[in-house]
């Protein structure tokens, strides 16, 4: 997509917690922002409709702010979804959400065509396309937050997959018999690295009375979480030092085995743990030195990502603007081409 052809788009972030929304401008600036709480208690179709209701404001207040109209709608969603049909397939963190249609929703009530993409590939496409990943051919995105999000950039395309679930980079399996995962899978590293996994082994550790200095913290009142367990580490607790040393390792592992996989010339690792510990992505270094080739281990970086909290609305821009005209995204089930293609080699002899 040629950069000087993209026109302003209307961004929507649909998160656990809040909705946010903007206009963004090819200069991949922010204008007229709003959030409002999500409140998924109230089901499907209040949510739906504070969706649209956000996005309206939100033109209505850059166009009165002098802004130019958006083209169509980019809308962030947590995963698993359907890129092509626009459909939120299911959410652990959104409850009740089973098959909802979301863009053909937000596009009826704003008469704009929309877009749905799961929140990680939106954040990889704002890395590459203006943050950390700037310039790179091929990217891995990795978040390390409640869960273990990821999306890739191969070969300066995004990896999608014939469903659109390629990049699910948290629920690589790091352990053959570990701990069962939110997704129901079984020793994923996000069921062993994630601040949910984290909480949950911080939680025993303090039951058995393994971790002193974490168990005084807790006392305090804190809540027992990953940043919890790496202040009782930095106070000298053994226990925990080495409950997010294998945690942070597993996150490692991983990375080695995406530079084997794929070759990235960048890794970027976002989410709130890489932003104030910086010793995670020093492991994940030593485990890429340690597991990885070493060709493609001396050429990957592994770096923080750049663009904060507005990773999530900037991605739009790039997104909206490269499928407006493209029929895969027409509501068909899968991307067309690519099935063709999978059937033709299978029927070979
Ligand atoms: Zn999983």
Known sequence: M?????RPVLAVDLGGTQIRAALITPDLAVHARRAVPTRDEDGVEAVVARICTVAAEVRAGALAA??????????SAPGPLDPWRGIVLSSPNLAGWRDVPLAASVSAALDLPAFLERDANVAV?????TGAARGAGTVVYITVSTGIGGGAIVDGRPLLGPDGTAGEMGHITVDLDGPVCGCGGMGHVEAIASGTALARDARALIDAGAAPQLRALAAGGAEVDAELLARAADAGDTAAAMLLARAWTAVGAMCASLVNALNPDVIVIGGGIARHRPRLLEIAREEIRRRAFAVPASRVRVVPASLGDDVSLVGALPIVNARIGDPAFAGRSHRPQVAATATQGASRP
């Open 2 to 6: 040629d950069e000087l052809a993209e």
């Open 125 to 129: 496409l704002a890395e590459w396309r």
């Open 66 to 75: 002098g802004l130019p109209p958006p083209i169509g709608i980019g809308i």
